[in-house]
């Protein structure tokens, strides 16, 4: 039997075999899922070939970043989310709709959010990122799941231990302090100086950032800064492009540039990393604790110590969600204090009753503060930085009434569950702090409609870390000023990965004493 006798039926079946599979993949997959759901009740927009709903997620989204919205009105769905907004209106609250060939879940009920984030989280994995979003944040708990995420908790876990972040609050209250003093320089110059709070924030919690998590290394932290800056911006470019699997391989220019960030981002965390351990610094700072317990010898035994790579991707991690969620946190608190001047009044009371005047508050006097907590609660329920969390099922599974395929994708979109009249009644889309009176979990009809941390054992690792960051910055400035949203001001919330102020928030300072 000649060569090529042999050779062109096993071609012939290899060809067959990878049509049958993009047959399946593109269109028999597709059509059997969309069908199955049907059969459920469960609508939601016709699936193209390859792009899923993508072609109209890009169109709303276009047109959703064209349209005004009121400063008034906080109802930021149809704005950051047009798609969940359009079609949960058109299918209801609970529909599918396709990110590429993967289908995805839309769900808003409590009950049905608790069971996969905490009763049944098991059950549910993580994931993989797309190439851009894989070398912003890295391997870290953000990203991995299973025996590697119970790993990476327990190593991870006493950095944040709460006592050893109170440690931490005189760094922030200091740097806020340079920031405060640079602002009242400036406006000797400029009296009328309006100050754009997106941008100082960023500045002010990459500063903090920096300081708490790489102590006296905190100038490399701040390069470190800058190189995830740039790969934010490449993971916002790309989020709703089709991915193609094996695409992240190719030697692209777009590639090269990820791969030079990537590479430039390990490499100055490595260098940090390294300096610590020759020098043996062990100050409180995050990455001095992190490295310490993997030093520990009991959790040497035990397997949970974390390599060096590993801790390079959780300070990825941390750089990443600690400092941008926190600074988009603190802009939009500044937004409703600018604008709600009775609160502002009765906050900055608060601030000097239980702080005083110019005094960095400790711990204990940062939990006193319980309607500077009410707000920020309340921030983060109208304008939380994460707008969704989504969760992969890992074999056929039943979620409430419902029975869910495996490899399909749960989402569930922040802005719609947090303004749900039926567990926030109907003052939903308004701003009263007042709601949280009781602490997060007694301020709606359901303990679970407010999951801006996430809830189950996947809670977010630093939420101790970003309220005691913001109670700070909030009372040094309360301490210090009365402000006012700028007329300047333009309310176009834009989901750029995190929910931020398209256009700032330029705000007015009038210093209360030299």
């Known amino acids: 039997m000649g060569y090529l006798e042999v050779l062109v039926p096993v071609v012939s079946t290899v060809v067959l075999l990878v049509l049958w599979k993009v047959f399946v993949d593109l269109i028999w997959r597709p059509r059997s899922i969309t069908k199955h759901f049907g059969k459920q009740g469960v609508k939601g927009p016709p699936y193209s070939i390859l792009t899923g709903s993508l072609m109209q997620i890009k169109q709303l989204e276009i047109e959703a970043k064209q349209t005004a919205m009121d400063p008034a009105s906080h109802d930021v769905t149809p704005k950051v989310l047009p798609y969940y907004h359009k079609w949960s209106q058109q299918y209801g609250e609970t529909?599918?709709?396709?990110?590429?060939?993967?289908?995805?879940?839309?769900?808003?009920?409590?009950?049905?959010?608790?069971?996969?984030?905490?009763?049944?989280?098991?059950?549910?994995?993580?994931?993989?990122?797309?190439?851009?979003?894989?070398?912003?944040?890295?391997?870290?708990?953000?990203?991995?799941?299973?025996?590697?995420?119970?790993?990476?908790?327990?190593?991870?876990?006493?950095?944040?231990?709460?006592?050893?972040?109170?440690?931490?609050?005189?760094?922030?209250?200091?740097?806020?302090?340079?920031?405060v003093s640079r602002w009242i320089d400036e406006m000797t110059e400029n009296q009328h100086k309006e100050f754009d709070m997106h941008t100082e924030f960023m500045q002010l919690t990459g500063d903090i950032i920096a300081h708490t998590s790489f102590g006296t290394s905190y100038q490399e932290g701040k390069e470190v800064f800058k190189v995830e800056r740039e790969l934010h911006r490449m993971v916002i470019d790309s989020v709703t492009d089709v991915y193609i699997p094996g695409s992240e391989y190719l030697p692209t220019k777009w590639n090269r540039?990820?791969?030079?960030?990537?590479?430039?981002?390990?490499?100055?965390?490595?260098?940090?990393?390294?300096?610590?351990?020759?020098?043996?610094?062990?100050?409180?700072?995050?990455?001095?604790?992190?490295?310490?317990?993997?030093?520990?010898?009991?959790?040497?035994?035990?397997?949970?110590?974390?390599?060096?790579?590993?801790?390079?991707?959780?300070?990825?991690?941390?750089?990443?969600?600690?400092?941008?969620?926190?600074?988009?946190?603190?802009?939009?608190?500044?937004?409703?204090?600018?604008?709600?001047?009775?609160?502002?009044?009765?906050?900055?009371?608060?601030?000097?009753?239980?702080?005083?005047?110019?005094?960095?508050?400790?711990?204990?006097?940062?939990?006193?503060?319980?309607?500077?907590?009410?707000?920020?609660?309340?921030?983060?329920?109208?304008?939380?930085?994460?707008?969704?969390?989504?969760?992969?099922?890992?074999?056929?599974?039943?979620?409430?009434?419902?029975?869910?395929?495996?490899?399909?994708?749960?989402?569930?979109?922040?802005?719609?569950?947090?303004?749900?009249?039926?567990?926030?009644?109907?003052?939903?889309?308004?701003?009263?702090?007042?709601?949280?009176?009781?602490?997060?979990?007694?301020?709606?009809?359901?303990?679970?409609?407010?999951?801006?941390?996430?809830?189950?054992?996947?809670?977010?690792i630093g939420q101790n870390f970003a309220m005691l960051e913001a109670k700070t910055v909030m009372a040094v400035i309360l301490q210090r000023f009365s402000f006012t949203l700028s007329p300047n001001y333009k309310h176009s919330p834009v989901n750029n990965v995190l929910l931020q102020p398209e256009f700032g928030v330029p705000i007015v300072f009038e210093p209360l004493h030299d």
Request: proline share 4%.
């Open 257 to 460: 540039r990820m791969w030079r960030l990537e590479k430039k981002l390990r490499y100055k965390l490595k260098s940090i990393i390294e300096t610590k351990q020759k020098t043996k610094d062990s100050g409180n700072d995050l990455l001095s604790l992190m490295l310490a317990t993997s030093n520990e010898e009991s959790n040497k035994k035990e397997g949970t110590t974390l390599t060096i790579d590993e801790i390079v991707d959780e300070c990825k991690t941390f750089f990443f969600a600690g400092h941008e969620t926190t600074s988009n946190l603190l802009s939009w608190a500044m937004f409703f204090l600018g604008s709600n001047l009775e609160w502002q009044k009765k906050l900055r009371e608060e601030v000097h009753s239980v702080c005083g005047t110019t005094e960095i508050p400790d711990a204990d006097k940062l939990s006193k503060l319980k309607l500077v907590t009410m707000v920020l609660y309340e921030t983060l329920r109208l304008y939380s930085p994460v707008i969704f969390t989504e969760r992969k099922t890992v074999s056929d599974l039943k979620l409430g009434n419902l029975t869910i395929p495996k490899d399909t994708m749960v989402t569930f979109p922040f802005p719609i569950i947090h303004r749900d009249k039926k567990y926030w009644g109907e003052d939903a889309d308004e701003f009263n702090p007042l709601r949280f009176a009781d602490g997060f979990s007694r301020a709606a009809k359901h303990p679970n409609a407010f999951i801006a941390f996430s809830i189950g054992p996947r809670t977010c």
């Open 95 to 179: 529909f599918l709709f396709w990110f590429g060939t993967q289908p995805r879940l839309s769900i808003v009920d409590p009950e049905m959010i608790k069971e996969v984030l905490s009763t049944k989280f098991g059950f549910y994995t993580i994931d993989k990122q797309p190439p851009s979003v894989d070398a912003l944040l890295g391997n870290g708990l953000l990203s991995i799941s299973g025996i590697d995420w119970v790993r990476h908790r327990r190593a991870v876990n006493p950095a944040f231990n709460i006592d050893k972040l109170k440690g931490m609050i005189k760094r922030m209250g200091a740097c806020t302090l340079s920031t």
